[in-house]
T-cell receptor
Framework: GQNIDQPTEMTATEGAIVQINCTYQ??????LFWYQQHAGEAPTFLSY??LDGLEEKGRFSSFLSRSKGYSYLLLKELQMKDSASYLC??????????WGAGTKLIIKP | KAGVTQTPRYLIKTRGQQVTLSCSPI?????VSWYQQTPGQGLQFLFE???????NKGNFPGRFSGRQFSNSRSEMNVSTLELGDSALYLC????????????????FGAGSRLTVL
């Protein structure tokens, strides 16, 4: 079966750095997305990786290793507004999206 | 430009009833996909519509159905509601049909939260 694993919950301190890991086992691979979802709101797109390596976008970076079936989302200079759930999504060989359950990130002052 | 609009935002139904949810995509987007989100589970794909045709369907019973109109607005219907249908139902629109390309970003609506009593 297809599976995406990410931690259920993480806690970090304002101003710090946090890394949210995602491992996947899917039928093929055509890209990996990260979405952010604040409580009670719609998921919003953060990043897309299809090749190995690091993609940086401001305070957020996303890394992919296809051989290891592994990705992480790195958030720097954490702000209180970063408190949200972060969803790891893999597109399989049929271009179907497989969603992780999400990681709830709690930021403490 | 206006985002994805879902109505109603909240609704309460009882077992056995049916419900219809509506989704208006971003102007120009022809793909609308629907998802069910429950606590502790990832988004579960329900179905996708593109140009009024259902292109793909997830692993849900036939009680879950949908359609898309010529203006790309979409509706989903759940008949004979069960307690387990209580969830947040999200729709997302995209410019391209799902399954045609990798870098196809979804724009989500705020969702319709359904409670079945």
């Amino acid at each position: 079966g297809q599976n995406i694993d990410q931690p259920t919950e993480m806690t970090a301190t304002e101003g710090a750095i946090v890394q949210i890991n995602c491992t996947y086992q899917t039928s093929g691979f055509n890209g990996l997305f990260w979405y952010q979802q604040h409580a009670g709101e719609a998921p919003t797109f953060l990043s897309y990786n299809v090749l190995d390596g690091l993609e940086e976008k401001g305070r957020f970076s996303s890394f992919l290793s296809r051989s290891k079936g592994y990705s992480y989302l790195l958030l720097k200079e954490l702000q209180m507004k970063d408190s949200a759930s972060y969803l790891c999504v893999v597109m399989d060989s049929n271009y179907q999206l497989i969603w992780g359950a999400g990681t709830k990130l709690i930021i403490k002052p | 430009k206006a985002g994805v609009t879902q109505t109603p935002r909240y609704l309460i139904k009882t077992r056995g009833q049916q419900v219809t949810l509506s989704c208006s995509p971003i102007s120009g987007h022809r793909s609308v996909s629907w998802y069910q989100q429950t606590p502790g589970q990832g988004l579960q794909f329900l179905f996708e519509y593109f140009s009024e045709t259902q292109r793909n369907k997830g692993n849900f019973p036939g009680r879950f159905s949908g359609r898309q109109f010529s203006n790309s607005r979409s509706e989903m219907n759940v008949s004979t509601l069960e307690l387990g249908d209580s969830a947040l139902y999200l729709c997302a629109s995209s410019l391209l049909a799902l399954g045609l390309t990798g870098a196809n970003v979804l724009t989500f609506g705020a969702g319709s939260r359904l409670t079945v009593l």
